[in-house]
């Protein structure tokens, strides 16, 4: 598995006020997608391009265009829908699947409560979004979903991530094709398994709280 943590003062400048607790609703939302789009850059370093032949006004010139299948990208819900809008600006044309994961606070366990997806992933390059990737539970689960569904290349999108959970998603998928990008490696997890020193829970900052 690749693991590439960004190093820009932009993204951490970004997340910096992502971090902070008095940040309001409207603007966390403006900064997880704006973070995902500057993130997007660097995980689509390897998006399978195809050469395409051109007529500028001038002569004729060989390019490239993304290669079919299209590239998938898969918000998981609810917090990666955060992300979705800052992906998609990237790249305008991929397809977009759902997946709906939640975290039951005891145990930690993810439980999958919503799917919405190809039922054939062979050939396609698979996006996965969610902005924190915390024992890595939910994200392991998630990617292996998409390889059982036939996905050869999977490359995961975290703004927040920790050591615990870069373990556990590398043990999870072992030799296959996969590629985290964080945008942050965090210190570790506390006793509730919440990312330290993080920005508490996504999904709620994102959206509100839900009832249990
Ligand atoms: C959060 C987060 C990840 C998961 C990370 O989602 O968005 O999906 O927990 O934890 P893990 O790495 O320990 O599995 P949550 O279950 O709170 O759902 P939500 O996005 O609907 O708020």
Redesign the pocket.
């Known amino acids: 598995m690749r693991v590439f943590v960004a190093d820009h003062p932009l993204i951490t400048h970004k997340l910096t006020v992502l971090r902070n607790a008095k940040t309001p609703q409207p603007t966390f939302r403006l900064l997880i997608e704006e973070l995902m789009t500057l993130l997007a850059y660097e995980a689509t370093r390897e998006v399978r391009v195809e050469p395409h032949e051109i007529e500028t006004p001038v002569a004729t010139t060989t390019g490239v265009r993304l290669s079919e299948p299209l590239p998938l990208i898969v918000p ?5 829908l955060g992300m979705l809008d800052g992906m998609v600006k990237l790249v305008p044309t991929a397809e977009v699947g759902f997946l709906g ?3 039951d606070e005891e145990t ?1 366990q ?1 439980t999958t409560y919503a799917e919405r997806l190809p039922d054939r992933l062979e050939g396609r390059q698979c996006f996965v979004l ?10 392991a689960a998630a990617i292996e979903f998409l390889f059982a569904r036939g996905a050869d290349d999977v490359t995961a999108i975290c703004v927040l991530g920790t050591p615990e ?1 870069v373990k556990a998603i590398r043990e999870a998928v072992g030799d296959r094709n996969v590629t985290l990008v964080l945008g942050a490696l965090d210190h570790g997890l506390d006793e509730h ?1 919440f990312i330290v020193p993080g920005l508490g ?4 900052r994102l959206y509100g709280t839900v009832g249990e």
């Open positions: 998981i819900l609810r917090a990666g994961m939640a975290r930690l993810p969610d902005p924190m990737l915390a024992t890595g539970g939910s994200l959970g398994a829970d996504a999904g709620d």
